[in-house]
Each structure stands twice: as C-alpha cells, then as structure tokens.
C-alpha cells in the first residue's frame, strides 16, 4: 500500500487555494485599518488642533483682535470675549474664517465651523476707563495712522521700493525714530503664485523697508524684518481690490525699553 506525502507549503499555494484568503489578500486591509485608526486617534486630532488653534491665532493677533478668545474642538472654532465696540465680534467670525492651515493638497480653511460666544460692550460710563495705551501701543497706532490709506509701493514682483514711496518712508522714519524699543517690519503677499515665491518675496520686502530706515536715521538694532507671505490676509482674496490690501507692509512694537 502506497502512501502519498502532502508538503506543508501545497496547504498554502494549492489552486484553489486551502483558505478562502492568504495572508497576502489582508495586508492592504491591515494597511487601511492603521491609518483609519490614526485619522481617528488622538494624535492626529492634535495635530489638526493645534495648526487650527495656531494659525487662527495668528490672524486674530495679526488684526489687533487679541482680546478674543479662542477655543477649538477638531475644526470646529469658538470665539469669545467682550466686545470692545458694537460688531467688533462679527468682524472677530470673518477673520477666523479666513485662516489658512496646510494640508497635503495646499493650504485650505482651518476651520469647517466657525462660532461666537461675546459679550455686549458695556454702555459708556459705566465702567472705569480704559488704561491709557502703552508707549509701544502708542508708536503702533502713530505708524499705522501714517500708513492710513496709503502703502509702500514695490516693482511687481520685485523688492525694489517705488521711488514714489519716498515721502511716505521719511513720515515713517520720522515716527519711528521716536518710538521706544524694537520695530518689527513684516511683508505680506497675496496667494497668487508659488507659496515659496511669495516667502521670499515677503521676507525681501520688509527688509528691503527696514534698510530704507535705517538710511534715514532709525538705528538697526531696533528694526527686526520678517516676511508673512499670503498667510495673514486682512481682505479678501478673490477681488482684485482684496489681494491690493493683502500685498502690503505693517509695523508692530515687539518691546519697549
């Protein structure tokens, strides 16, 4: 009587296969599960959290709107605080609206809903008034009263000043000369175009400003130059007039001695 040997490896490869799936039909499957299982975890819920939370922040802070609160659930953003004027929240909504976070297919709205949580101004005089402004807030407000409807004009593109923006570049400079502490100069851009482009472009322009001063009299060491890019619009991107407002230059006290 004969006796047929079966090798361990024709219970695997046999045709039709021994198992309805081999072990190579669920690594895919396995695959999915993971990053299913990460999308949903709560590393990646901060992860997202934090750049919402990050870059609101940022656009809030960038537009003087620092006395909003700020709380974030995933996309979802809830502001709050006490307004300091009548529609001050409304405006506080659609600015948040506009924060951009990066994502693997470019950058998009941080946050998929946007909510608020404020308070009435208090009616006049029935609170104590307010704190005189700081010598840096107060050197703020003086810089951007001088840049109040105009703005620093460059060649397209180019961080070369417009010679046009001379007169405007001796007020500023008059201005800051008499400022306490440090200025920092920040250069903003519209979307059109390479984000890296429009890096440079920003970063070239504010310090392209901050050498301008310093030829006319305000010390280096009090001018610090950063560029922003398209990541702080202050209006809408989708008219002409909107990207015109977002392509400008805009001074903040960072300390006062």
């Known amino acids: 009587m004969q006796s047929a040997v079966l090798h361990p490896h024709l219970l695997i490869w046999r045709d039709p296969p021994v198992w309805p799936f081999v072990w190579r039909g669920l690594l895919p499957l396995a695959a999915l599960a993971l990053a299913v299982s990460f999308a949903l975890g709560p590393v990646a819920r901060?992860?997202?959290e934090g750049d919402v939370?990050?870059?609101?922040r940022d656009q809030l802070n960038a537009a003087g709107f620092g006395w909003v609160g700020l709380s974030v659930s995933?996309?979802?953003v809830t502001l709050s605080g006490e307004e300091p004027?009548?529609?001050?929240?409304e405006r506080a909504i659609g600015l948040a609206k506009t924060a951009r976070c990066a994502t693997w297919i470019g950058r998009r709205s941080c946050a998929v809903s946007v909510a608020g949580r404020f308070t009435a101004p208090a009616p006049p005089g029935s609170a104590a008034a307010a704190p005189a402004p700081t010598a840096a807030q107060a050197c703020e407000r003086s810089l951007?009263?001088?840049l109040a409807g105009e703005q620093i004009e460059f060649a397209s593109g180019s961080a070369a000043i417009d010679a046009r923006s001379g007169a405007l570049l001796d007020r500023?400079?008059?201005e800051a000369r008499s400022c306490p502490g440090t200025l920092r100069i920040e250069g903003h851009t519209d979307p059109v175009g390479r984000s890296a482009f429009n890096r440079s472009l920003s970063q070239a322009r504010a310090a392209a400003v901050r050498d301008a001063l310093i030829a006319r009299g305000v010390p280096a060491e009090r001018l610090q130059a950063r560029g922003f890019a398209a990541r702080r619009p202050i209006a809408d991107n989708t008219t002409e007039s909107g990207r015109a407002r977002n392509r400008r230059i805009e001074f903040h006290a960072v300390s006062a001695n």
Do not use: D, F, H, M
């Not at 939370?53 to 609101?56: A, C, F, K, L």
């Not at 004027?85 to 929240?89: K, L």
């Open 172 to 174: 500023l400079a008059k």
């Open 85 to 89: 004027a009548p529609g001050a929240g």
């Open 74 to 76: 995933g996309q979802s």
């Open 46 to 48: 901060n992860w997202i």
């Open 53 to 56: 939370q990050r870059e609101t």
């Open 144 to 146: 951007a009263g001088v």
